[in-house]
């Protein structure tokens, strides 16, 4: 089995995934844009490891984010893809509107419409997680514990299935 990580070479994203990768046997694929915010070199402990997939590119580029999701048909999306220091946002929020609502947008599309063609199975336990808020994260023990805002497409998860499914 595999997931989809968005924005996985930022803060959280590259820590979810080295922690992901330590704990789980399911592959990664990584998709991120590598903006400034983005540092490749957070990853660079995975450089040997065959489970993780790094692909270099934007959600919100349909074409390839339905490749993604065809060729390699993950259970889960976690989108950690975002502009997230809200102090450029005063100077320049075009790009927060692109990628926090546009490019947002077209990753749930793509989820969507991927999610349609799943077999009955794979759609009940088919899973999206954004972090549109995170309570906490503890300190070099890092687990993710999910808002209650997260976005569930295939049906409204209680948030401690979700939890089972994430915390690492
Ligand atoms: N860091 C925190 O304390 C904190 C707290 C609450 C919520 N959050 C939320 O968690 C999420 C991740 O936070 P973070 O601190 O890791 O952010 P970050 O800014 O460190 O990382 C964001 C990552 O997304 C990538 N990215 C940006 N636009 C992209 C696009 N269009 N396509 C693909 N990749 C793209 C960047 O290259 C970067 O690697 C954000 O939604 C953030 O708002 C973070």
Redesign the pocket.
Known sequence: MTILV?????????NFVIEWLLKNKESVIN?????Y???ISNLDGLKNSPNHIFVH????DSKLTNRLLNEYQPRCIIN??????VDRSIHGPEEFI??NIV?TFHLLESARKYWDNLKSKKKTIFVFF?????RC?DHLNIKLRLSQKSIVISQIVHIQRAKRHLII
Do not use: R, W
């Not at 998709?31 to 903006?35: A, C, I």
């Not at 950690?80 to 220091?85: D, K, L, P, T, V």
């Open positions: 968005t924005g996985g070479a930022g803060f959280i994203g590259s998709l991120d844009k590598l903006t915010a983005g540092n590119g934007d959600i919100g950690f893809a975002a502009e997230s220091h692109q990628t490019s954004m972090f549109p808020q995170m994260m």
